[in-house]
């Protein structure tokens, strides 16, 4: 079985300011990664995932995220933040050989951004 | 493109009485599709999963089924509502794990409140 640890769960960050939400993860096979946004009284919405290939995979809203597999981790890191970027976060992992594809979540990281 | 589509937004039920929660997929078929349920402060719990018509998981014992009576509909159903159903209740769909496009749609919810 596979699990997601989002080591903070409120980041307050000045608007440009950089920030980085972190998310390590236990499996003892393969994963698919994946981050995934969330507003108020709003479903999820995909912000970026890691399948294969190559590590560092972007969003086209300026998040990005980069697996490091001896790290066991897919940090999301976005270099200057906006007000409308104030969200809840969330970190997704599945394991490559579940045919059903169910996603054990994090328990979300609440992101604050002030003027 | 594929949509997803969950209804109602809200919802006030008393204890006791029944719950029906309807999601349908458009644009795709054959989906893997889910519910999930967010209560306040913890995070994203899979509550049932289904793989094909007829054929639906349940990962938690609880007060809840769920059906697939149609390729791309699902719907959670209680015949029995308890304050503790109450949250946010989330249905997603996704293609098969592994596939470029594969990742969570999400609909955009149900706020139950079981009074």
């Known amino acids: 079985a596979q699990s997601v640890t989002q080591l903070d769960s409120q980041v307050p960050v000045f608007e440009e300011a950089p920030v980085e939400l972190r998310c390590n993860y236990s499996s003892s096979v393969s994963v698919y990664l994946f981050w995934y946004v969330q507003y108020p009284n709003q479903g999820l919405q995909l912000l970026l995932k890691?399948?294969?290939?190559?590590?560092l995979v972007e969003s086209i809203n300026g998040f990005e995220a980069e697996f490091n597999k001896s790290q066991t981790s897919f940090h999301l890191r976005k270099p200057s933040v906006h007000i409308s970027d104030t969200a809840e976060y969330f970190c997704a992992v599945t394991s490559t050989t579940d045919s059903w594809g169910k996603l054990q979540f994090g328990a979300g990281t609440q992101v604050v951004v002030t003027p | 493109s594929q949509t997803i589509h969950q209804w109602p937004a809200t919802l006030v039920q008393p204890v006791g009485s029944p719950l029906s929660l309807e999601c349908t997929v458009e644009g795709t078929s054959n989906p893997n599709l889910y519910w999930y349920r967010q209560a306040a402060g913890r995070g994203l719990q899979l509550l049932f999963y289904s793989v094909g018509i007829g054929q639906i998981s349940s990962e938690v014992p609880q007060n809840l089924s769920a059906s697939r009576p149609q390729d791309r509909q699902f719907i959670l159903s209680s015949k029995k509502l308890l304050l503790s159903d109450s949250g946010f209740y989330l249905c997603a769909w996704s293609a098969f794990p592994g596939q470029a496009d594969y990742g969570y749609t999400f609909g955009s919810g149900t706020r139950l409140t079981v009074v």
């Open positions: 890691y399948l294969s290939g190559s590590t």
